[in-house]
Antibody, heavy 117, light 107 residues
Framework: QVQLVQSGAEVKKPGASVKVSCKTS????????ISWVRQAPGQGLEWMGW????????NYAQNVHDRVTMTTDTSTSTAYMELRSLRSDDTAMYYC??????????WGQGTLVTVPS | DIQMTQSPSSLSASVGDRVTITCRASQTISTYLNWYQQKPGKAPRLLIY???SLQSAVPSRFSGSGSGTDFTLTISSLQPEDFATYYC?????????FGGGTKVEIK
């Protein structure tokens, strides 16, 4: 069965970086993209960007494009999202999702990133 | 960016009720519209894709309709496990955008 398993919760200081992993299984990793979606506490869903696992192309949301890097490791079927220069408003649950034409049928369990103010 | 507006933002309903949630896009998106259900502490779950196609394993009481700018999610007979927050999402263009959510609560 398709699974996306994310790394554990993180607490980071303002200005620091965080790198979240998303290990996939149960499907051909290179056949789908990966999108990252975050959700601040009590708030809605915000798309952060997408990576093509096939060729490494990326498309980042404007509000994070200068601070985010999405990568993949095809040898381990794992996707990564690094967010730099963290601020308190980056505190959120971060989700990876298997992306098929920007339709998200499978999600990771989420990684809580906390940036105390 | 395409703005997605959901209404209502919350509603109270009873088990067995028919529930309708609407989603409006700020520009035409054809049928590139998906619906998700999210329960507290859980990842979203895809219910409907391409405006009206039922995702595998989703109960048939869920249905979607619409095209262009106006879309609807209907739950034909609300069940206890359906109390959750529902989001629409456009996959027509990037940036991908979500509606603000509709919280369905028990009356």
């Amino acid at each position: 069965q398709v699974q996306l398993v994310q790394s554990g919760a993180e607490v980071k200081k303002p200005g620091a970086s965080v790198k979240v992993s998303c290990k996939t299984s149960g499907y051909t990793f290179t056949s789908y993209g990966i999108s990252w979606v975050r959700q601040a506490p009590g708030q809605g869903l915000e798309w952060m960007g997408w990576i093509s696992v096939n060729n490494g192309n990326t498309n980042y949301a404007q509000n994070v494009h200068d601070r985010v890097t999405m990568t993949t490791d095809t040898s381990t079927s794992t996707a990564y999202m690094e967010l730099r220069s963290l601020r308190s408003d980056d505190t959120a649950m971060y989700y990876c999702a298997r992306d098929r034409s920007h339709r998200f049928a499978y999600w990771g369990q989420g990684t809580l990133v906390t940036v105390p103010s | 960016d395409i703005q997605m507006t959901q209404s209502p933002s919350s509603l109270s309903a009873s088990v067995g009720d028919r529930v309708t949630i609407t989603c409006r896009a700020s520009q035409t998106i054809s049928t590139y519209l998906n619906w998700y259900q999210q329960k507290p502490g859980k990842a979203p779950r895809l219910l409907i894709y391409a405006a009206s196609s039922l995702q595998s394993a989703v109960p048939s009481r869920f249905s979607g309709s619409g095209s262009g700018t106006d879309f609807t999610l209907t739950i034909s007979s609300l069940q206890p496990e359906d109390f959750a927050t529902y989001y629409c999402q456009q996959s027509y263009s990037t940036p991908v955008t979500f509606g603000g959510g509709t919280k369905v609560e028990i009356k």
